[in-house]
């Protein structure tokens, strides 16, 4: 994901500081280090300094998005001792976002991979030109709302495996997701899941997938179950999203993530944020809905 800067138009000083000389006048409250007793009147000015002056513009620093998302969330992650976590964020309508964390930094997908599951089993579809299947639609259901595990194994298998599931994420752009055949240990990036959640709640009428495919996946997201909405519902109202956890059992440390849409301040955002190494469910969950809402926040502070 590219690094998104904002720039602001300023009156640059030397414009200024001629407009002041033109009028005889200075800053209120500021007269210049070696201004004589009584400023000239406009009259005595030469004509060069009376000539009129264009304004024109230049460019102060760059506000660098990706350091200003480090910002936020690094102290977060640092005072969560150990966790390992990366977070994209993307303002859809102004297109402004960032990356923390590393692009290339990959983690498990704990469930999370259902969204892409079932994008995966929604292009089958199409391309089949088929509505899903009445057994297809209830595992879909069960996957995403309820979170449901066998459901998922099953629509996995539906999609010709990892093996399909990685043929469908090369046509919706995810450059960094590996799957696997258990497919919780699916590896990916925050980045990624960035460009699936475009995929999934993008408006694009060319998009990959078809407005009846992104609707229906949209409204599943939407309905999660009642203890299932946590995560990056946090940063916002209007959500849609899927979380996924799940321990390791050789250290006993958590996978936390959660993806998804929110609202906020009028404005529509697309938040993934992966993580690794949580020391129990809970805390991990607090991390990853502090770090939503410091994402959501800088680029509203962005405007």
């Given at each position: 994901?590219?690094?998104?800067r904002?720039?602001r138009?300023?009156?640059s000083?030397?414009?200024?500081?001629?407009?002041l000389l033109?009028v005889?006048?200075?800053?209120?409250?500021r007269?210049?280090?070696?201004?004589?007793?009584?400023?000239?009147?406009?009259?005595?000015?030469?004509?060069?300094?009376?000539?009129?002056?264009?304004a024109?513009?230049s460019?102060?620093?760059?506000?660098?998005?990706d350091?200003?998302l480090?910002?936020?969330v690094?102290?977060?992650v640092?005072?969560?001792?150990?966790?390992a976590?990366?977070?994209?964020?993307?303002?859809?309508?102004?297109g402004?976002?960032?990356?923390?964390?590393?692009?290339d930094a990959t983690?498990?997908?704990?469930?999370?991979?259902?969204v892409d599951?079932?994008?995966a089993l929604?292009?089958r579809?199409?391309?089949?030109?088929?509505e899903?299947?009445?057994?297809?639609h209830?595992?879909?259901v069960?996957?995403?709302?309820k979170?449901d595990?066998?459901?998922?194994?099953a629509?996995l298998?539906a999609?010709?495996g990892a093996?399909?599931?990685?043929?469908a994420?090369?046509?919706l752009?995810?450059?960094?997701t590996?799957?696997?055949?258990?497919?919780?240990?699916t590896?990916t990036?925050?980045?990624?899941?960035l460009?699936?959640?475009k995929a999934?709640?993008?408006?694009?009428?060319?998009a990959v997938?078809s407005?009846?495919?992104?609707?229906?996946?949209r409204g599943?997201?939407?309905?999660?179950?009642?203890?299932?909405?946590?995560?990056?519902?946090?940063?916002?109202?209007?959500?849609?999203?899927k979380n996924g956890?799940?321990?390791?059992?050789?250290?006993?440390?958590w996978?936390?993530?959660?993806?998804?849409?929110?609202?906020?301040g009028?404005?529509?955002y697309?938040?993934a944020?992966?993580s690794?190494?949580q020391?129990?469910?809970e805390?991990g969950?607090?991390l990853?809905?502090?770090?939503?809402?410091a994402?959501?926040g800088?680029?509203?502070a962005a405007g």
């Open positions: 994901m590219p690094r998104h904002i720039r138009s300023a009156l000083a030397s414009a200024t500081a001629a407009v033109s005889g006048a200075y800053p209120p409250g007269s210049p280090d070696h201004a004589p007793a009584a400023t000239a009147s406009v009259s005595s000015v030469s004509p060069a300094a009376t000539a009129p002056v264009t024109r513009t460019e102060e620093p760059v506000v660098d998005l350091a200003e480090a910002g936020a690094g102290p977060l640092a005072a969560a001792g150990g966790a976590m990366s977070v994209a964020v993307l303002d859809s309508g102004s402004a976002g960032a990356v923390y964390g590393g692009a983690y498990d997908t704990a469930s999370i991979v259902k599951i079932l994008a929604l292009l579809a199409q391309d089949e030109k088929r899903l299947t009445a057994g297809e209830g595992y879909a069960a996957m995403i709302e979170s595990n066998d459901s998922a194994t629509l298998a999609v010709g093996a399909g599931l990685d043929a994420n090369q046509r752009g995810l450059t960094a590996a799957a696997a055949r258990s497919w919780g240990l590896r990036t925050a980045a990624d899941q460009t699936l959640l999934v709640f993008g408006t694009d009428a060319g997938l407005e009846a495919s992104r609707t229906y996946l599943l997201m939407a309905r999660v179950q009642a203890d299932q909405q946590w995560g990056v519902s946090a940063a916002g109202s209007s959500w849609a999203l956890w799940m321990p390791r059992t050789a250290t006993g440390l996978n936390i993530n959660s993806i998804g849409r929110v609202t906020a009028g404005h529509t697309l938040v944020v992966l690794g190494g020391r129990t469910k805390s969950i607090a990853v809905e502090s770090a939503a809402k994402a959501v800088v680029l509203r």
